[in-house]
């Protein structure tokens, strides 16, 4: 019998067997991940289609807040019920029917009559913002059934690529596409990039969700400890050194975002008026760009070595990502501030991967809470900066309003680079007294490999 390192050499069978299988299952998730990017892309899409709508159906620049508003607290609560949904769920059946339910609303949009055309605005605003959190969810957290941990980063790194890709093009497109065929067309391609990943999603094995990872002889205690999973999971992610710290990061982070984000029209304006659309437009192709650029990097790392790229990649991208973000806005000639823009998404690609493939290391009864508890930091901190940053930018200057909302992620990226270092050298001073473990234990508990860095927790 193979031990569980794998065939030997006198085992071919057993090693082209296991070839087989992981060259079949890298081959449908670049089917999911084809049909994730033509949903990504309808998601863009209908962010600017969408906004533009309801301005014009209102006529308030307040109703397109809080139209985001119900956008993001939907997410936010998403996140918090998201666990509890894949401990009962399959992650295929979750993904499916996030599908199903936004291309369902966007269908009820086209067809509303124009009375109740506001509320099947905030149906749309309810539904796409938990839905999108919901499949976003379940596909990470699913990611190491599908495809092997040892896969993990190339699954991220090609996920990631096909979002930024469906980003660009929803962006850059959806001006066009309203202009030239109107609002009903648009919902109307909306609606079928969800139906397109949909019947991907049903036509794929999809591993992942209903409990994955319980032990096969207590089947029961899944179920049991459903009902309690918040506390639960929140005693088990804070048991986990810097687990904690990491999603807080994540959340300021978010917090950062949404400075550069309202900042980057009104900066633009500021430099060309007539047409401030160009200055946005190019940043986030040139943003793009840069992301793409750190996946095919970030993937040929992973194949090389076998790693990825960890939490201090995380850490270190957060610090780049956020001061080239910054620098931005800091006036320098359109070539400088294009390769910021550049450095900005390839450092932005590495936090997403590090951070997520980060995640992955936990064990799956726990995963998913913890891919929900990060969206709802990260839906938090975006919403909350939307609102101060929004008021910010009445008073002060888009480069000070980045500054310190962006400042404020390096401050506790700092502290988290500082806290997982202090883990490293702690877990090789425990490993040089530790005696006689098994090979296999020593390598799980090591806080110094790449791909945990100290946030590993109990597999007991």
């Not at 194949?303 to 001061?323: C, K």
């Not at 490993?431 to 100290?454: C, F, I, N, Q």
């Amino acid at each position: 019998m193979g031990s569980a390192d794998g065939p030997k050499a006198d085992e071919p069978d057993g090693g082209s067997q296991k070839t087989r299988e992981t060259a079949v299952s890298e081959r449908r998730f670049r089917f999911l991940v084809a049909g994730y990017a033509v949903s990504s892309y309808g998601t863009f899409l209908n962010m600017v289609a969408l906004n533009l709508f309801v301005y014009e159906t209102t006529g308030r620049a307040l109703a397109m807040g809080l139209f985001m508003a119900v956008r993001l607290a939907s997410g936010f609560v998403a996140g918090l019920v998201v666990g509890g949904l894949l401990a009962r769920f399959s992650a295929k059946s979750i993904m499916l029917w996030a599908n199903v339910g936004q291309g369902a609303v966007m269908l009820l949009l086209i067809l509303a009559p124009e009375s109740l055309v506001t509320g099947a605005l905030m149906a749309v605003s309810v539904v796409i913002g938990a839905c999108g959190t919901l499949f976003m969810v379940a596909l990470r957290s699913s990611i190491p059934e599908m495809v092997g941990e040892d896969r993990r980063a190339w699954a991220n790194s090609l996920s990631i690529t096909g979002r930024s890709l469906a980003m660009v093009a929803g962006f850059a497109s959806a001006g066009v596409v309203v202009s030239l065929v109107g609002y009903t067309a648009a919902f109307l391609l909306d609606m079928a990039t969800f139906v397109v990943c949909a019947v991907t999603v049903a036509l794929l094995p999809i591993a992942g969700g209903k409990g994955a990872g319980v032990d096969a002889g207590k089947p029961e205690k899944a179920e049991k400890s459903g009902p309690r999973w918040r506390p639960v999971a929140f005693l088990a992610l804070a048991a986990a050194p810097g687990l904690g710290l990491m999603v807080a990061l994540r959340g300021v982070d978010a917090f950062g975002s949404s400075s550069h984000n309202a900042a980057l029209p009104i900066y633009s304006t500021s430099l060309d008026a007539s047409n401030p659309a160009v200055f946005v437009s190019a940043f986030w192709c040139v943003w793009a760009l840069g992301n793409i650029g750190a996946q095919q990097v970030i993937q040929r790392y992973a194949q090389r070595t076998g790693r990825s790229v960890g939490a201090l990649g995380f850490g270190y991208g957060t610090v780049v990502m956020s001061a080239a973000f910054i620098a931005a806005f800091a006036g320098f000639p359109l070539a400088v501030t294009a390769v910021i823009a550049l450095i900005a998404g390839a450092a932005d690609g590495l936090t997403e991967v590090a951070y997520t493939s980060h995640l992955q290391t936990l064990p799956a009864t726990l995963r998913g809470h913890a891919f929900g508890l990060s969206a709802t930091f990260e839906n938090l901190g975006f919403g909350v900066g939307m609102i101060l940053v929004a008021a910010a930018l009445d008073r002060f200057s888009p480069l000070a309003v980045v500054g310190w909302s962006h400042g404020a992620a390096i401050v506790v990226a700092v502290v988290f680079l500082l806290r997982v270092a202090a883990l490293r050298r702690a877990g090789r001073a425990g490993d040089t007294g530790r005696v006689g473990l098994r090979k296999e234990e020593a390598v799980e508990g090591r806080p110094d490999r790449g791909d945990r860095d100290g946030a590993e927790v109990s597999r007991g």
